[in-house]
């Protein structure tokens, strides 16, 4: 248990579906973030909040939307995704933006089919 | 972009200690070097990290040499629970200071 807690755990979802990844923090951190884990590739960097406000968005495609509505919560909205979208997708909390200490949820399997 | 490079796979047994180096040539004077472990289809989790000489903790042992342009992990008595891939990190250079990954290195814990 990290503190980090991300819902669901496995998606499948359609090409033409709209879906959302729910992530909370439990640990009174104040920066939040989506990362993308596709196989044999490094983690990839999507977005990052600090305090609520996006500080960084790495080039994600706009298919991929991101919310956060406290520092607590963090959401990433999906919609008309592609196959190669499938991938594990980790949300990560630290006490400020860019800590090297980050804490990881458990990642929530995508396949899209 | 800051650069670490690090064996791609290890093989161990049950008790042996192991220890992974990472190399990374272009670290900024000020850097941490932080090491993550990362279990299938779990997130990545924080171990270690250290600016130089040594740092000790319940899990691993971190030895930075003092030209820190290179660092090594090092697992006492891995069990089987520790196969893993074992990541070293550290910053970006310039003022975008996130953490590069890279692809880790594996370590397979044999009986």
């Known amino acids: 248990e990290t503190g980090v807690t991300q819902t669901p755990r496995h998606l499948v979802m359609g090409m033409t579906n709209k879906k959302s990844l729910k992530c909370e923090q439990h640990l009174g951190h104040n920066a939040m973030y989506w990362y993308k884990q596709s196989a044999k590739k490094p983690l990839e960097l999507m977005f990052v909040y600090s305090l609520e406000e996006r500080v960084e968005n790495n080039s994600v495609p706009s298919r991929f939307s991101p919310e956060c509505p406290n520092s607590s919560h963090l959401f990433l909205h999906l919609h008309t995704l592609q196959p190669e979208d499938s991938a594990l997708y980790l949300c990560?909390?630290?006490?400020?933006?860019?800590?090297?200490?980050?804490?990881f949820g458990q990642g929530t399997r995508l396949t899209v089919v | 972009l800051a650069k670490t490079t690090q064996p791609i796979s290890m093989d161990s047994y049950e008790g042996q200690e192991v220890n992974i180096t990472c190399s990374h040539n272009?670290?900024?004077?000020?850097?941490?070097i932080t090491w993550y472990q990362q279990f299938p289809s779990q997130g990545p989790r924080f171990i270690i990290q250290?600016?130089?000489?040594?740092v000790t903790n319940e899990v691993a042992s971190l030895f930075i040499p003092a030209d820190r342009k290179s660092s090594t992990l090092s697992l006492p008595r891995v069990s089987l629970s520790d196969t893993a891939v074992y990541y070293c990190?550290?910053?970006?250079?310039?003022?975008?200071?996130?953490?590069?990954w890279g692809l880790g290195t594996s370590l397979a814990v044999n009986p």
């Open positions: 250290g600016y130089k000489t040594k």
């Open positions: 272009n670290i900024a004077t000020n850097d941490y």
């Open positions: 990560a909390s630290s006490q400020e933006s860019m800590n090297t200490e980050a804490f």
């Open positions: 990190l550290v910053p970006n250079a310039g003022n975008n200071r996130k953490l590069i």
